[in-house]
């Protein structure tokens, strides 16, 4: 049990579908993240929230909407996207905002997405 | 464009064995490395943070080195055990206002009994 929870596991969709992604930790973080995982490409850091607010967005593509409505729940919602979207996505929450690795983080186990 | 590569992409080795691995970034201005352990299908766990004014960090059977100069750092395994099988990812974080690390593409590590 890691305290952050990640669903769903796996996803399977479309690429006209709309769907989403949902992260939860009851840590009592103040700051969660988003990565992608591809098998093309090293693993990279997406979005950044602290207290909820937005402090990066990695140039990531506008198909992908992040919401984060409390510091305990991250979303990635995703729209029209595209066959090499398919990748590992994983969440991570630190106590505060990770400034470079001195706050550790703690993943969830991630949800594997599959684009069609 | 900060890039990180890490040598070798596979390993397998008995148990027992002490392990190098090797992460190499190509712009040596960095904050700090850290070394992340993640196991099929789950996250990623830290392992050892270096800060760019150390040169090692160690924790039980790990040991981190990191040579800013030359753009290199090696994990040390000692007395590998099957426990240990995992992928072994390093990421460096950059100076300044911006802090989006660069991560490896990893070492997939397997010990074999």
């Known amino acids: 049990e890691t305290g952050v929870t990640q669903t769903p596991r796996h996803l399977v969709m479309g690429m006209t579908n709309k769907k989403s992604l949902k992260c939860e930790q009851h840590?009592?973080?103040?700051?969660m993240y988003w990565y992608k995982q591809s098998a093309k490409k090293p693993l990279e850091l997406m979005f950044v929230?602290?207290?909820?607010?937005?402090?990066e967005n990695n140039s990531v593509p506008s198909r992908f909407s992040p919401e984060c409505p409390n510091s305990s729940h991250l979303f990635l919602h995703l729209h029209t996207l595209q066959p090499e979207d398919s990748a590992l996505y994983l969440c991570?929450?630190?106590?505060?905002?990770?400034?470079?690795?001195?706050?550790?983080?703690?993943f969830g186990d991630g949800t594997r997405l599959s684009i069609l | 464009k900060q890039e990180v590569t890490q040598i070798p992409a596979a390993l397998s080795v008995p148990e027992g064995e002490n392990l190098v691995l090797n992460c190499s970034f190509t712009?040596?201005?960095?904050?700090?490395l850290q070394w992340f352990r993640q196991d099929p299908g789950k996250g990623l766990t830290s392992l050892l943070l270096?800060?760019?004014?150390?040169r090692e960090q160690t924790s039980g059977r790990l040991n981190a080195s990191l040579d800013k100069s030359s753009g290199r750092s090696t994990l040390y395994i000692a007395a590998s055990q099957p426990g240990d099988s995992a992928t072994y990812l390093c990421a460096v974080t950059p100076p300044g206002g911006s802090y989006i690390p660069t991560f490896g593409r990893g070492t997939s590590l397997i010990v074999h009994p």
């Open positions: 270096i800060q760019s004014s150390q």
């Open positions: 991570a929450s630190s106590q505060e905002l990770w400034d470079r690795g001195n706050q550790p983080q703690h």
């Open positions: 929230y602290n207290f909820k607010e937005q402090t």
């Open positions: 712009d040596s201005a960095i904050y700090n």
């Open positions: 840590l009592g973080h103040n700051a």
